[in-house]
């Protein structure tokens, strides 16, 4: 690869770049910090820059969410400590799903192979009553299933069927 020759210039970020330096203040002071704020103000700024979210969502200290006009998430979700949400492309999060501290769900990558090392981006969607267990990765394209569990510490690269528990790296 060579990264001199890397050109994101034709990303689409989704929205415009006052939004985007706002959005990074709020998130500094409401969402990237320990302070305890209430799960019902961090929905209410989500939901000010477009993010579509349900009732009874709870989102705990130090969550990152890039970009929340791509977040859409249903009723009674659990989003735990340290969670980190690139939302490079639509991330949708069903009702009743837990994801637990330090997960990453990841919507980007660059394909290695390319001497550009071009972005690659793809949705990621957890269905409903699923969990994602502490410290798990889940990468670009992903669905997890409903009613499926990743055990803590996974790396899931692809599909999770429905009602089906995976582990390890990768997770199977």
Same mark, same amino acid.
């Given at each position: 690869?060579?990264?001199?020759?890397? +050109?994101?210039? +034709?990303?689409?970020?989704?929205?415009?770049?006052?939004?985007?330096?706002?959005?990074?203040?709020?998130?500094?002071?409401?969402?990237?910090?320990?302070?305890?704020?209430?799960?019902?103000?961090?929905?209410?700024?989500?939901?000010?820059?477009?993010?579509?979210?349900?009732?009874?969502?709870?989102?705990?200290?130090?969550?990152?969410?890039?970009?929340?006009?791509?977040?859409?998430?249903?009723?009674?979700?659990?989003?735990?400590?340290? $969670?980190?949400?690139?939302?490079?492309?639509?991330?949708?999060?069903?009702?009743?799903?837990?994801?637990?501290?330090?997960?990453?769900?990841?919507?980007?990558?660059?394909?290695?192979?390319?001497? +550009?090392?071009?972005?690659?981006?793809?949705?990621?969607?957890?269905?409903?009553?699923?969990?994602?267990?502490?410290?798990?990765?889940?990468?670009?394209?992903?669905?997890?299933?409903?009613?499926?569990? $990743?055990?803590?510490?996974?790396?899931?690269?692809?599909?999770?069927?429905?009602?089906?528990?995976?582990?390890?790296?990768?997770?199977?």
């Amino acid at each position: 690869m060579d990264l001199s020759i890397y +050109d994101n210039s +034709d990303f689409d970020r989704g929205a415009p770049r006052w939004k985007e330096a706002v959005w990074t203040l709020v998130r500094f002071l409401f969402f990237q910090n320990a302070l305890p704020w209430p799960s019902a103000l961090r929905c209410a700024l989500l939901r000010a820059f477009g993010a579509k979210i349900g009732r009874a969502v709870v989102i705990r200290a130090n969550v990152n969410i890039s970009f929340p006009w791509r977040l859409t998430i249903g009723d009674h979700v659990w989003i735990g400590e340290d $969670v980190g949400i690139l939302t490079l492309a639509p991330v949708t999060i069903e009702s009743n799903v837990c994801i637990s501290q330090r997960t990453y769900l990841c919507t980007g990558s660059h394909d290695f192979r390319r001497e +550009d090392f071009k972005l690659q981006v793809a949705p990621i969607t957890v269905c409903e009553g699923s969990w994602i267990a502490a410290a798990s990765f889940i990468a670009p394209g992903v669905e997890i299933g409903s009613g499926a569990i $990743v055990s803590a510490g996974s790396v899931v690269f692809e599909n999770v069927a429905p009602s089906t528990f995976v582990r390890g790296n990768p997770a199977t």
